[in-house]
Protein backbone atom coordinates (compact mmCIF):
# COMPACT_ATOMS: atom_id res chain seq x y z
CA UNK A 1 0.00 0.00 0.00
CA UNK A 2 1.19 3.34 -0.54
CA UNK A 3 1.67 5.75 2.37
CA UNK A 4 0.49 9.48 2.14
CA UNK A 5 3.12 11.97 3.85
CA UNK A 6 1.92 15.58 3.13
CA UNK A 7 5.06 17.92 3.14
CA UNK A 8 5.00 21.66 4.65
CA UNK A 9 8.56 22.81 4.08
CA UNK A 10 8.96 24.63 0.60
CA UNK A 11 10.80 23.84 -2.20
CA UNK A 12 13.82 26.32 -2.40
CA UNK A 13 14.45 26.45 -6.02
CA UNK A 14 10.68 27.26 -6.96
CA UNK A 15 10.82 31.23 -8.36
CA UNK A 16 7.54 32.99 -9.93
CA UNK A 17 8.91 32.93 -13.59
CA UNK A 18 7.17 29.96 -14.86
CA UNK A 19 3.97 30.72 -13.46
CA UNK A 20 3.94 33.74 -14.99
CA UNK A 21 4.28 32.21 -18.43
CA UNK A 22 1.86 29.65 -17.99
CA UNK A 23 -0.83 32.78 -17.11
CA UNK A 24 -0.03 34.10 -20.67
CA UNK A 25 -0.07 30.96 -22.26
CA UNK A 26 -3.76 30.37 -20.82
CA UNK A 27 -4.68 33.57 -22.92
CA UNK A 28 -2.54 33.62 -26.04
CA UNK A 29 -3.96 32.00 -29.66
CA UNK A 30 -1.82 28.58 -29.20
CA UNK A 31 -2.39 25.45 -30.85
CA UNK A 32 -3.72 22.80 -28.18
CA UNK A 33 -0.55 20.72 -28.35
CA UNK A 34 1.56 24.03 -28.49
CA UNK A 35 -0.20 25.36 -25.01
CA UNK A 36 0.40 21.70 -23.74
CA UNK A 37 4.03 21.52 -24.77
CA UNK A 38 4.73 24.93 -23.23
CA UNK A 39 2.66 23.86 -19.68
CA UNK A 40 4.62 20.84 -19.03
CA UNK A 41 7.98 22.98 -19.97
CA UNK A 42 7.20 25.62 -17.58
CA UNK A 43 6.16 23.15 -14.52
CA UNK A 44 9.12 21.52 -15.33
CA UNK A 45 10.86 25.00 -14.50
CA UNK A 46 8.80 25.62 -11.67
CA UNK A 47 9.60 22.30 -10.02
CA UNK A 48 12.19 20.52 -11.00
CA UNK A 49 12.06 16.88 -11.77
CA UNK A 50 13.20 13.72 -13.88
CA UNK A 51 9.59 13.88 -15.41
CA UNK A 52 6.54 15.60 -15.55
CA UNK A 53 3.29 14.77 -17.10
CA UNK A 54 0.16 15.82 -17.62
CA UNK A 55 -3.04 12.92 -18.41
CA UNK A 56 -6.44 13.40 -19.17
CA UNK A 57 -9.33 11.63 -18.30
CA UNK A 58 -10.71 9.30 -21.26
CA UNK A 59 -13.48 7.06 -20.08
CA UNK A 60 -11.81 4.52 -17.52
CA UNK A 61 -8.21 5.50 -18.86
CA UNK A 62 -5.48 8.24 -18.42
CA UNK A 63 -4.37 9.87 -21.71
CA UNK A 64 -1.16 11.58 -21.63
CA UNK A 65 -1.59 15.13 -23.80
CA UNK A 66 2.19 16.34 -22.91
CA UNK A 67 5.16 15.25 -20.71
CA UNK A 68 8.80 15.85 -20.33
CA UNK A 69 11.63 13.50 -19.54
CA UNK A 70 9.56 9.90 -20.83
CA UNK A 71 10.06 7.91 -23.50
CA UNK A 72 8.25 8.93 -26.81
CA UNK A 73 6.42 5.89 -26.99
CA UNK A 74 4.34 7.24 -23.69
CA UNK A 75 2.65 9.60 -25.35
CA UNK A 76 0.86 6.15 -27.39
CA UNK A 77 -0.15 4.49 -24.38
CA UNK A 78 -3.54 4.63 -22.48
CA UNK A 79 -3.16 4.00 -18.43
CA UNK A 80 -6.16 1.91 -17.43
CA UNK A 81 -6.61 3.22 -13.90
CA UNK A 82 -7.44 0.19 -12.35
CA UNK A 83 -4.23 -1.01 -13.13
CA UNK A 84 -2.09 2.11 -12.25
CA UNK A 85 -3.14 2.15 -7.97
CA UNK A 86 -0.99 5.15 -7.96
CA UNK A 87 -3.14 6.84 -10.56
CA UNK A 88 -5.92 5.36 -9.01
CA UNK A 89 -4.99 7.15 -5.80
CA UNK A 90 -4.41 10.61 -7.30
CA UNK A 91 -7.79 10.30 -9.04
CA UNK A 92 -9.38 10.61 -5.46
CA UNK A 93 -6.91 12.82 -3.26
CA UNK A 94 -8.89 16.25 -2.52
CA UNK A 95 -5.16 17.59 -3.51
CA UNK A 96 -1.78 16.51 -3.83
CA UNK A 97 -0.70 12.84 -3.00
CA UNK A 98 3.27 11.97 -2.28
CA UNK A 99 4.50 7.79 -2.79
CA UNK A 100 7.13 6.84 -0.78
CA UNK A 101 6.86 3.23 -0.93
CA UNK A 102 8.97 2.24 -3.97
CA UNK A 103 6.37 -1.67 -3.94
CA UNK A 104 3.61 -0.27 -5.30
CA UNK A 105 4.41 0.02 -9.26
CA UNK A 106 4.69 3.30 -10.72
CA UNK A 107 3.06 4.05 -13.70
CA UNK A 108 6.28 5.33 -15.84
CA UNK A 109 8.74 2.61 -14.31
CA UNK A 110 11.19 2.22 -17.13
CA UNK A 111 9.71 5.21 -19.31
CA UNK A 112 11.97 8.03 -17.70
CA UNK A 113 14.82 9.16 -19.63
CA UNK A 114 17.02 9.59 -17.22
CA UNK A 115 17.38 5.75 -17.20
CA UNK A 116 17.80 5.00 -21.07
CA UNK A 117 18.62 1.35 -19.97
CA UNK A 118 14.89 0.95 -17.63
CA UNK A 119 16.40 -0.97 -15.42
CA UNK A 120 15.51 1.66 -12.21
CA UNK A 121 12.15 2.00 -10.58
CA UNK A 122 10.92 5.52 -10.08
CA UNK A 123 11.50 6.04 -6.67
CA UNK A 124 10.13 10.00 -5.75
CA UNK A 125 6.42 10.37 -7.15
CA UNK A 126 4.23 13.45 -6.93
CA UNK A 127 0.92 13.77 -8.29
CA UNK A 128 -1.93 15.85 -8.11
CA UNK A 129 -5.56 15.79 -9.63
CA UNK A 130 -7.04 18.30 -12.49
CA UNK A 131 -10.32 19.62 -11.25
CA UNK A 132 -12.26 22.43 -12.90
CA UNK A 133 -15.66 23.03 -11.24
CA UNK A 134 -15.44 20.06 -9.11
CA UNK A 135 -14.77 17.97 -12.20
CA UNK A 136 -11.85 16.02 -12.38
CA UNK A 137 -10.69 16.65 -15.71
CA UNK A 138 -7.09 14.59 -15.57
CA UNK A 139 -3.53 14.69 -13.42
CA UNK A 140 -0.23 16.02 -13.24
CA UNK A 141 2.62 13.89 -12.21
CA UNK A 142 5.99 14.42 -10.88
CA UNK A 143 8.79 11.90 -11.33
CA UNK A 144 12.29 11.81 -9.49
CA UNK A 145 14.96 8.75 -9.49
CA UNK A 146 16.26 9.88 -6.43
CA UNK A 147 14.30 8.99 -3.72
CA UNK A 148 14.92 12.19 -1.89
CA UNK A 149 13.86 14.61 -4.69
CA UNK A 150 10.88 16.14 -3.25
CA UNK A 151 11.47 16.25 0.37
CA UNK A 152 11.98 19.89 0.32
CA UNK A 153 8.67 20.46 -2.04
CA UNK A 154 5.91 21.59 0.11
CA UNK A 155 2.70 20.89 -1.09
CA UNK A 156 1.34 24.21 -2.10
CA UNK A 157 3.67 24.14 -5.21
CA UNK A 158 1.95 21.08 -6.95
CA UNK A 159 -0.96 22.44 -5.94
CA UNK A 160 -0.88 26.22 -7.69
CA UNK A 161 0.59 24.16 -11.15
CA UNK A 162 -1.62 21.30 -11.07
CA UNK A 163 -4.19 24.68 -11.09
CA UNK A 164 -2.70 26.41 -13.86
CA UNK A 165 -2.39 22.67 -15.31
CA UNK A 166 -6.37 21.97 -15.28
CA UNK A 167 -7.20 25.50 -16.33
CA UNK A 168 -4.99 25.11 -19.31
CA UNK A 169 -6.30 21.49 -20.09
CA UNK A 170 -9.77 23.04 -19.99
CA UNK A 171 -9.39 25.80 -21.77
CA UNK A 172 -7.81 23.21 -25.01
CA UNK A 173 -10.48 21.09 -24.42
CA UNK A 174 -12.95 24.09 -24.74
CA UNK A 175 -11.15 25.53 -27.60
CA UNK A 176 -11.08 22.04 -29.26
CA UNK A 177 -14.97 21.62 -29.06
CA UNK A 178 -15.35 25.10 -30.83
CA UNK A 179 -13.12 24.22 -33.53
CA UNK A 180 -14.90 20.75 -33.62
CA UNK A 181 -18.28 22.48 -33.94
CA UNK A 182 -17.14 25.16 -36.27
CA UNK A 183 -15.90 22.56 -38.68
CA UNK A 184 -19.56 20.51 -38.13
CA UNK A 185 -21.06 23.87 -39.05
CA UNK A 186 -19.11 24.52 -41.53
CA UNK A 187 -19.47 21.15 -43.12
CA UNK A 188 -23.18 21.48 -42.71
CA UNK A 189 -23.51 24.77 -43.99
CA UNK A 190 -21.35 23.29 -47.15
CA UNK A 191 -23.95 20.95 -47.52
CA UNK A 192 -27.07 22.66 -47.12
CA UNK A 193 -25.58 25.37 -50.05
CA UNK A 194 -24.84 22.34 -52.20
CA UNK A 195 -28.28 21.43 -52.03
CA UNK A 196 -29.61 24.92 -52.18
CA UNK A 197 -27.33 24.82 -55.83
CA UNK A 198 -28.70 22.03 -56.41
CA UNK A 199 -32.52 23.20 -56.11
CA UNK A 200 -31.97 26.56 -57.10
CA UNK A 201 -32.39 27.65 -60.85
CA UNK A 202 -29.24 29.05 -61.20
CA UNK A 203 -28.93 28.03 -65.34
CA UNK A 204 -29.63 30.44 -67.94
CA UNK A 205 -32.53 28.18 -70.42
CA UNK A 206 -32.74 28.81 -74.10
CA UNK A 207 -30.89 29.25 -77.21
CA UNK A 208 -33.09 32.78 -78.53
CA UNK A 209 -30.12 35.35 -80.02
CA UNK A 210 -30.69 37.76 -76.87
CA UNK A 211 -30.28 34.45 -74.67
CA UNK A 212 -27.18 34.01 -76.53
CA UNK A 213 -25.87 37.51 -76.33
CA UNK A 214 -26.66 37.37 -72.14
CA UNK A 215 -24.34 34.40 -71.54
CA UNK A 216 -21.69 35.90 -73.53
CA UNK A 217 -21.95 39.54 -71.39
CA UNK A 218 -22.51 36.65 -68.11
CA UNK A 219 -19.16 34.92 -69.08
CA UNK A 220 -17.07 38.22 -69.15
CA UNK A 221 -18.97 39.98 -66.04
CA UNK A 222 -17.31 36.39 -63.90
CA UNK A 223 -14.13 36.75 -65.03
CA UNK A 224 -13.81 40.27 -63.61
CA UNK A 225 -14.43 41.17 -60.32
CA UNK A 226 -16.01 44.27 -60.48
CA UNK A 227 -19.46 45.70 -59.38
CA UNK A 228 -22.20 44.45 -61.87
CA UNK A 229 -25.56 46.26 -62.14
CA UNK A 230 -28.62 44.09 -63.79
CA UNK A 231 -31.29 45.71 -65.05
CA UNK A 232 -34.91 44.46 -66.57
CA UNK A 233 -38.27 43.85 -66.17
CA UNK A 234 -39.80 42.14 -62.98
CA UNK A 235 -39.68 38.30 -63.67
CA UNK A 236 -37.28 38.13 -66.00
CA UNK A 237 -34.90 36.19 -63.87
CA UNK A 238 -32.31 38.97 -62.63
CA UNK A 239 -31.45 36.75 -59.33
CA UNK A 240 -30.54 33.94 -61.86
CA UNK A 241 -28.15 36.02 -63.42
CA UNK A 242 -26.85 37.11 -60.45
CA UNK A 243 -26.46 34.09 -59.19
CA UNK A 244 -24.67 32.38 -62.06
CA UNK A 245 -22.15 35.67 -62.36
CA UNK A 246 -20.87 34.37 -58.93
CA UNK A 247 -21.14 30.62 -59.16
CA UNK A 248 -18.62 31.09 -62.18
CA UNK A 249 -16.73 34.15 -60.67
CA UNK A 250 -13.81 34.10 -58.57
CA UNK A 251 -15.61 34.07 -55.58
CA UNK A 252 -17.62 31.05 -55.95
CA UNK A 253 -16.20 29.03 -52.87
CA UNK A 254 -17.37 32.51 -50.43
CA UNK A 255 -20.94 33.02 -50.02
CA UNK A 256 -23.40 34.83 -51.86
CA UNK A 257 -25.48 36.84 -49.62
CA UNK A 258 -28.89 37.93 -50.73
CA UNK A 259 -30.55 41.84 -49.74
CA UNK A 260 -33.53 42.37 -50.64
CA UNK A 261 -33.61 46.30 -50.74
CA UNK A 262 -37.38 46.96 -51.24
CA UNK A 263 -38.36 44.75 -47.96
CA UNK A 264 -35.87 46.97 -45.97
CA UNK A 265 -37.74 49.24 -43.12
CA UNK A 266 -35.98 52.59 -43.10
CA UNK A 267 -35.57 52.72 -39.84
CA UNK A 268 -33.47 49.20 -39.73
CA UNK A 269 -32.10 49.43 -43.18
CA UNK A 270 -28.56 50.46 -41.88
CA UNK A 271 -28.33 48.19 -39.23
CA UNK A 272 -29.03 44.98 -41.95
CA UNK A 273 -26.49 45.97 -43.93
CA UNK A 274 -23.97 47.69 -41.78
CA UNK A 275 -25.16 45.59 -38.17
CA UNK A 276 -25.02 47.15 -34.54
CA UNK A 277 -23.20 47.23 -31.54
CA UNK A 278 -25.21 46.38 -28.43
CA UNK A 279 -27.02 49.40 -26.93
CA UNK A 280 -27.40 51.26 -30.11
CA UNK A 281 -31.23 51.55 -30.20
CA UNK A 282 -33.78 49.71 -28.18
CA UNK A 283 -33.83 46.56 -28.98
CA UNK A 284 -29.94 46.20 -29.71
CA UNK A 285 -29.15 43.82 -26.92
CA UNK A 286 -25.96 42.62 -28.61
CA UNK A 287 -23.39 43.39 -30.96
CA UNK A 288 -24.52 42.09 -34.73
CA UNK A 289 -22.97 41.82 -37.94
CA UNK A 290 -24.66 43.45 -40.74
CA UNK A 291 -24.37 41.79 -44.36
CA UNK A 292 -21.86 43.38 -45.49
CA UNK A 293 -19.59 41.50 -42.93
CA UNK A 294 -21.45 38.08 -43.86
CA UNK A 295 -20.45 38.11 -47.24
CA UNK A 296 -16.93 39.58 -46.87
CA UNK A 297 -14.82 38.14 -48.83
CA UNK A 298 -17.61 37.12 -51.12
CA UNK A 299 -20.76 38.61 -53.17
CA UNK A 300 -23.29 40.72 -51.98
CA UNK A 301 -26.57 40.68 -53.79
CA UNK A 302 -28.65 43.91 -53.30
CA UNK A 303 -31.76 43.36 -55.09
CA UNK A 304 -34.37 46.16 -56.22
CA UNK A 305 -31.54 48.40 -55.26
CA UNK A 306 -33.42 51.33 -56.94
CA UNK A 307 -36.28 51.23 -53.91
CA UNK A 308 -33.04 52.33 -51.41
CA UNK A 309 -33.71 55.38 -49.42
CA UNK A 310 -31.55 58.56 -50.34
CA UNK A 311 -30.33 58.82 -46.88
CA UNK A 312 -28.79 55.30 -46.93
CA UNK A 313 -26.93 55.16 -50.36
CA UNK A 314 -24.35 57.55 -48.99
CA UNK A 315 -23.53 55.34 -46.76
CA UNK A 316 -23.66 52.45 -49.21
CA UNK A 317 -21.43 54.53 -51.33
CA UNK A 318 -18.81 54.32 -48.96
CA UNK A 319 -18.87 50.73 -48.63
CA UNK A 320 -19.17 50.27 -52.08
CA UNK A 321 -15.86 52.32 -52.89
CA UNK A 322 -13.87 52.02 -49.72
CA UNK A 323 -14.67 48.84 -48.55
CA UNK A 324 -15.23 50.74 -45.20
CA UNK A 325 -18.51 50.36 -43.15
CA UNK A 326 -19.59 50.95 -39.67
CA UNK A 327 -21.62 49.23 -37.35
CA UNK A 328 -24.49 51.44 -36.10
CA UNK A 329 -23.39 52.91 -32.58
CA UNK A 330 -19.76 51.80 -33.59
CA UNK A 331 -17.00 54.76 -32.95
CA UNK A 332 -14.74 52.89 -35.27
CA UNK A 333 -14.70 51.50 -38.80
CA UNK A 334 -14.75 48.21 -40.27
CA UNK A 335 -12.78 47.29 -43.83
CA UNK A 336 -15.21 44.31 -45.83
CA UNK A 337 -13.65 42.64 -49.01
CA UNK A 338 -17.47 42.22 -50.60
CA UNK A 339 -18.32 42.40 -54.70
CA UNK A 340 -21.55 43.99 -54.94
CA UNK A 341 -23.99 42.75 -57.75
CA UNK A 342 -27.28 45.11 -57.78
CA UNK A 343 -30.58 44.78 -59.70
CA UNK A 344 -33.40 46.82 -60.05
CA UNK A 345 -36.66 46.90 -62.44
CA UNK A 346 -36.03 50.76 -62.61
CA UNK A 347 -34.54 52.80 -64.99
CA UNK A 348 -31.83 54.41 -62.52
CA UNK A 349 -30.75 56.92 -65.39
CA UNK A 350 -34.14 58.51 -65.58
CA UNK A 351 -34.05 57.68 -61.70
CA UNK A 352 -30.78 59.87 -61.28
CA UNK A 353 -31.78 62.86 -63.28
CA UNK A 354 -35.44 62.77 -61.24
CA UNK A 355 -32.75 63.54 -57.97
CA UNK A 356 -34.19 59.69 -56.74
CA UNK A 357 -30.78 58.02 -57.27
CA UNK A 358 -27.33 59.30 -56.59
CA UNK A 359 -25.68 59.14 -59.91
CA UNK A 360 -22.08 58.72 -57.79
CA UNK A 361 -23.76 55.29 -56.32
CA UNK A 362 -25.27 54.51 -60.01
CA UNK A 363 -21.88 54.78 -61.27
CA UNK A 364 -19.94 52.91 -58.79
CA UNK A 365 -22.52 50.00 -58.88
CA UNK A 366 -22.46 50.48 -62.92
CA UNK A 367 -18.81 49.10 -63.45
CA UNK A 368 -20.49 46.32 -66.04
CA UNK A 369 -23.47 46.80 -67.23
CA UNK A 370 -26.10 43.33 -68.11
CA UNK A 371 -30.14 43.59 -69.28
CA UNK A 372 -31.82 40.78 -68.91
CA UNK A 373 -34.34 40.50 -71.64
CA UNK A 374 -38.49 40.02 -71.13
CA UNK A 375 -39.89 36.54 -71.54
CA UNK A 376 -41.96 38.16 -74.82
CA UNK A 377 -38.48 38.33 -77.16
CA UNK A 378 -37.10 35.28 -76.56
CA UNK A 379 -39.49 33.12 -78.89
CA UNK A 380 -39.14 29.29 -78.07
CA UNK A 381 -37.45 29.60 -75.54
CA UNK A 382 -40.82 30.24 -73.38
CA UNK A 383 -41.59 26.42 -74.26
CA UNK A 384 -38.18 25.27 -73.31
CA UNK A 385 -38.80 27.04 -70.19
CA UNK A 386 -41.97 25.66 -69.89
CA UNK A 387 -40.23 21.96 -70.07
CA UNK A 388 -38.61 23.07 -67.23
CA UNK A 389 -41.36 24.13 -65.58
CA UNK A 390 -43.40 21.17 -65.89
CA UNK A 391 -40.32 18.78 -64.10
CA UNK A 392 -40.30 21.03 -61.22
CA UNK A 393 -44.19 20.67 -60.96
CA UNK A 394 -44.19 16.59 -61.63
CA UNK A 395 -41.73 17.16 -58.46
CA UNK A 396 -43.36 19.45 -56.40
CA UNK A 397 -47.27 17.69 -56.81
CA UNK A 398 -45.69 14.11 -56.79
CA UNK A 399 -47.20 13.88 -60.61
CA UNK A 400 -46.10 10.95 -63.29
CA UNK A 401 -45.74 12.15 -66.32
CA UNK A 402 -46.77 15.85 -67.01
CA UNK A 403 -47.17 16.79 -70.84
CA UNK A 404 -48.47 19.52 -72.74
CA UNK A 405 -50.69 19.17 -75.89
CA UNK A 406 -49.98 21.01 -79.08
CA UNK A 407 -52.70 23.77 -78.52
CA UNK A 408 -51.03 24.57 -75.18
CA UNK A 409 -47.99 24.79 -76.93
CA UNK A 410 -49.40 27.60 -79.39
CA UNK A 411 -51.44 29.24 -76.29
CA UNK A 412 -47.63 29.57 -74.28
CA UNK A 413 -45.96 31.20 -77.61
CA UNK A 414 -49.28 33.75 -78.48
CA UNK A 415 -48.93 35.12 -75.08
CA UNK A 416 -47.43 38.02 -74.28
CA UNK A 417 -45.98 37.17 -70.79
CA UNK A 418 -45.92 40.35 -68.96
CA UNK A 419 -45.24 38.89 -65.45
CA UNK A 420 -41.96 37.41 -67.50
CA UNK A 421 -40.27 34.11 -66.81
CA UNK A 422 -41.96 34.23 -62.87
CA UNK A 423 -45.24 34.94 -64.35
CA UNK A 424 -44.54 31.26 -66.86
CA UNK A 425 -43.68 29.01 -63.54
CA UNK A 426 -46.90 30.40 -62.05
CA UNK A 427 -49.02 29.59 -64.74
CA UNK A 428 -47.30 25.99 -65.38
CA UNK A 429 -47.48 25.34 -61.87
CA UNK A 430 -51.57 26.31 -61.42
CA UNK A 431 -51.63 24.30 -65.04
CA UNK A 432 -50.40 20.60 -63.85
CA UNK A 433 -52.40 21.30 -60.53
CA UNK A 434 -55.83 21.96 -62.64
CA UNK A 435 -54.84 19.21 -65.05
CA UNK A 436 -53.88 16.90 -62.49
CA UNK A 437 -57.57 16.99 -60.52
CA UNK A 438 -59.30 15.68 -64.12
CA UNK A 439 -56.49 13.48 -64.75
CA UNK A 440 -57.82 10.18 -62.27
CA UNK A 441 -54.18 9.02 -61.73
CA UNK A 442 -53.74 8.86 -65.14
CA UNK A 443 -50.53 10.59 -67.38
CA UNK A 444 -51.62 14.65 -66.88
CA UNK A 445 -51.50 16.37 -70.28
CA UNK A 446 -52.46 20.22 -69.45
CA UNK A 447 -54.16 21.67 -72.20
CA UNK A 448 -54.86 25.10 -73.43
CA UNK A 449 -57.67 26.14 -70.76
CA UNK A 450 -55.50 24.63 -68.21
CA UNK A 451 -53.55 27.36 -68.47
CA UNK A 452 -55.99 29.76 -68.08
CA UNK A 453 -54.01 32.54 -70.42
CA UNK A 454 -55.87 36.12 -71.16
CA UNK A 455 -56.29 36.58 -74.93
CA UNK A 456 -54.91 39.69 -76.68
CA UNK A 457 -58.48 40.98 -78.04
CA UNK A 458 -59.36 40.01 -74.32
CA UNK A 459 -58.72 39.29 -70.37
CA UNK A 460 -60.83 36.43 -70.49
CA UNK A 461 -59.21 32.84 -70.60
CA UNK A 462 -58.37 31.86 -73.98
CA UNK A 463 -60.32 28.31 -74.80
CA UNK A 464 -59.94 26.98 -78.44
CA UNK A 465 -56.44 27.08 -80.32
CA UNK A 466 -57.41 24.53 -82.66
CA UNK A 467 -57.63 27.29 -85.48
CA UNK A 468 -53.64 27.87 -85.01
CA UNK A 469 -52.44 23.92 -86.19
CA UNK A 470 -52.57 22.15 -88.82
CA UNK A 471 -55.06 19.36 -89.84
CA UNK A 472 -53.90 16.43 -88.67
CA UNK A 473 -52.90 18.06 -85.14
CA UNK A 474 -56.36 19.94 -84.76
CA UNK A 475 -58.25 16.17 -85.32
CA UNK A 476 -55.53 14.45 -82.89
CA UNK A 477 -56.42 16.88 -80.42
CA UNK A 478 -60.07 17.57 -80.39
CA UNK A 479 -59.85 13.67 -80.06
CA UNK A 480 -57.85 14.01 -77.02
CA UNK A 481 -60.27 15.99 -75.75
CA UNK A 482 -63.21 14.04 -76.69
CA UNK A 483 -61.27 11.21 -74.95
CA UNK A 484 -60.72 13.22 -71.57
CA UNK A 485 -64.10 14.71 -71.26
CA UNK A 486 -65.40 10.84 -71.81
CA UNK A 487 -63.24 9.39 -68.77
CA UNK A 488 -63.79 12.34 -66.24
CA UNK A 489 -67.25 11.65 -67.14
CA UNK A 490 -67.52 7.81 -66.68
CA UNK A 491 -65.33 8.44 -63.01
CA UNK A 492 -62.30 6.78 -64.45
CA UNK A 493 -63.83 3.83 -66.27
CA UNK A 494 -62.26 3.66 -69.47
CA UNK A 495 -64.61 0.60 -69.97
CA UNK A 496 -67.45 3.00 -69.32
CA UNK A 497 -65.59 5.73 -71.67
CA UNK A 498 -65.42 3.15 -74.37
CA UNK A 499 -69.28 2.75 -74.35
CA UNK A 500 -70.07 6.00 -74.55
CA UNK A 501 -67.91 6.86 -77.23
CA UNK A 502 -68.56 3.72 -79.26
CA UNK A 503 -65.64 2.23 -79.37
CA UNK A 504 -64.30 -0.85 -78.48
CA UNK A 505 -61.88 -0.63 -74.90
CA UNK A 506 -58.93 -1.79 -76.55
CA UNK A 507 -59.16 0.36 -79.02
CA UNK A 508 -59.87 2.98 -76.90
CA UNK A 509 -56.46 2.15 -75.33
CA UNK A 510 -54.52 2.39 -78.75
CA UNK A 511 -56.09 5.60 -79.50
CA UNK A 512 -55.42 7.50 -76.06
CA UNK A 513 -51.77 5.82 -76.24
CA UNK A 514 -50.83 7.32 -79.39
CA UNK A 515 -52.13 10.40 -78.03
CA UNK A 516 -50.29 10.45 -74.94
CA UNK A 517 -53.02 10.16 -72.60
CA UNK A 518 -52.03 7.18 -71.29
CA UNK A 519 -48.10 5.29 -71.47
CA UNK A 520 -47.86 3.39 -74.97
Not at 328 to 348: Q, Y
Not at 354 to 375: E, N, Q, T
Not at 434 to 447: E, F, K, L, N, W
Request: aromatic fraction near 4%.
Amino acid sequence: MPVLRPTTRRHTDTTIAPLADIAVDLTANLAAADRHERLVDAIQRFIPADAVAILRVDGDALVPVAARGLAPETMARRFVVAEHPRLAQILRAPGPTRFTDPRVPDPFDGLLLADPAGLRRVHACMGCPLSVGGEIIGVLTLDDLTPEAFDDLSDEPVATAAALAAAGLRTSQLIDALEDAATRAARVSTELLAEVRARTRDELLGTSPSIRALREELAMSARADLSVLITGETGVGKEVVARAIHRNGLRRDQPLIYVNCAALPESIAESELFGHVRGAFTGAVDNRPGKFEVADRGTLFLDEIGELPLGLQAKLLRAVQSGEIQRVGADHPLHVDVRIIAATNRDLVAEVAAGRFRSDLFHRLSVLRIAVPPLRVRGDDVVMLAGHFLDEARARLGLGRVGLTPTARAALGKYEWPGNVRELEHTILRAALRAAGASRGQPVTIDAPHLALPCRESPAPCGDELGELSLADAVDEFKRRRILRAVAAAGGNWAGAARSLGLDRGNLHRTASRLGILPS
